[in-house]
């Protein structure tokens, strides 16, 4: 009774890790969930106090603007400004996103036809893919390869794919990989989508999640990314948002105006009350994020220690909360991190066939349960 197309949908990854782990809650087990990246640090006092506010008002109580408030797109493209020094115009390069999934998830239904090619980064979010089978295009793996820096090889993409490519899907810190790109990965990445005729969409969720000093750019602050590209981004992991679906989607304004009137058709915006607590959140003090990077940097370190003192060969990221660590099998190793030590981490190839050899660690529980998870490995004889 279901569409075909259902039938080429894999399970959602994160739900079924999901009922894994209420499976094994049930039977008793003390998990420590190092598998699913939702920030277990709460959202700052002052953007909750924000929300309440706003609530209260009966204004925020109607259908919201289907592109998003004015002022929230402005105060996007004020911080876009800040933090990026990218200058954006709130009304043409800015729209309002029920979260970056949501916008990842309909994007391609604004740009691809039936048989495009969507070039998707591999590994990587589980949505590039499942967004492109419901706009009825192809997916093309980009695969990811620690021996490119987990960067895309662009010139590795065969001719006749190149030929009915439409769209890209990239991610920069990425998830799962953890790596991260320059500016110059994100200007070849133009001249490659200039020469093939191909939209850019950067998906920027991690951005703001970086270590030791070190900034991530944004690929809009790349020459000519504008003409190209879009960028999501969204206020989840950046101010631990995660449950209260605020994102955005900036860059050509063609692109936006596009991609708004598949918005515009198919949801009603978010919670008036919810963006102004956002505009709190983007215009307010900054000193929030500086310190969840001081907590995850502790864990990372604590993590990538523990993981080496065990023996395995593990990169330390400097963005996003995800340590990526090489593994002979990754979904037998996942299965026996969980069956036998009580930790729940995600297999590689959840994220796509690149992501076989790899497991991911997420850093979203406190050091004490992450020193923990490394005292029960070694206990059972998990060891690189
Ligand atoms: N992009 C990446 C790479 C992610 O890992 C996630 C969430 O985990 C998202 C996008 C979606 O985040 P949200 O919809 O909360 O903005």
Known sequence: MYA???????????AQIDALKAQKRAEGIDLIDLGVGDPDLPTPKHIVDALCEAARDPSTHHYPDYLGMLAYRQAVASWYDQRFGVKLDPKKEVLALIGSKEGIAHIPEAFVNPGDYVLVSD??????????????????????????????????????????????????????????????FFEETVEFAKDNDIIVVHDNAYSEISFDGYKSPSFLQAKGAMDVGLETHSLSKTYNMTGWRIGMCVGNAGLIEAFGRVKTNIDSGVFDAVQRAAITALTG????????????????????????????????????????????????????MINEAGIVITPGTGFGA???????????????RINEAVRRMKECGIRG
């Open 4 to 14: 075909k197309r259902l039938d080429n949908l894999p399970p959602y990854l994160f």
């Open 123 to 184: 590994p990587g979010y589980p949505v590039y893919k499942t967004s492109t089978l419901f706009a009825e295009g192809k997916s093309h793996p980009m695969p990811l390869l620690e021996e490119n820096g987990f960067l895309p090889d662009y010139a590795a993409i065969p001719k006749d794919v190149l030929k009915n490519a439409k769209l890209m899907f990239i991610g920069y810190p990425n998830n799962p990989t953890g790596a991260a790109a320059s500016i110059d």
């Open 285 to 336: 003090p900054q000193d929030c994020v500086a310190q969840a990077c001081a907590v995850y940097q502790e864990r990372r370190d604590a993590l990538v220690t523990g993981l080496r003192s065990l023996g395995f060969d593990v990169t330390s990221p400097k963005a996003s909360f995800y340590v990526w660590m090489k593994v002979p099998d990754s979904v037998e190793f996942v299965a026996k």
């Open 354 to 368: 690149s992501g076989a050899g790899y497991v991911r660690f997420a850093m979203t529980r406190p050091v004490d």
